[in-house]
Nanobody
Framework: VQLQASGGGLVQPGGSLRLSCAAS????????IGWFRQAPGRSREWVSC????????YYADSVKGRFTMSRGSIKDTADLQMKSVDFEDTAVYYC??????????????????WGQGTLVTVSS
């Protein structure tokens, strides 16, 4: 399984940005894709996850109502739509995946597959 994250960049406070994670190697839709982020000087934190089998998504309180995960327009991709971003959203964003469903927060050690990070910088 391989994951490829893309879409990071520079965005102004209050703006929007969409990240995408492309997964390859899964043989069915019975897997979950998630996003984590790591801000400078801070530990990596869980942001959101999406179950490919039923499209249910879950979010950390810090992004709930502003970020939305969904299936991407390209097969086997999942997008993270970020809206109303603020300085606290500046971080390297990582996509991850595991077999099965997601039902909310799951510690890093349970995510078996990781993509490379993509940097999101919120700056005016």
């Amino acid at each position: 399984v391989q994951l490829q994250a893309s879409g990071g960049g520079l965005v102004q406070p209050g703006g929007s940005l969409r990240l995408s994670c492309a997964a390859s190697g899964f043989t069915s839709d019975y897997y979950a894709i998630g996003w984590f982020r790591q801000a400078p000087g801070r530990s990596r934190e869980w942001v959101s996850c999406l179950s490919r089998a039923d499209d249910n998504s879950y979010y950390a309180d810090s992004v709930k109502g502003r970020f939305t995960m969904s299936r991407g327009s390209i097969k086997d991709t999942a997008d993270l739509q970020m809206k109303s971003v603020d300085f606290e959203d500046t971080a390297v964003y990582y996509c991850a995946a595991h077999h099965g469903f997601c039902s909310g927060y799951l510690a890093e050690e349970h995510w078996g597959y990781w993509g490379q990070g993509t940097l999101v910088t919120v700056s005016s």
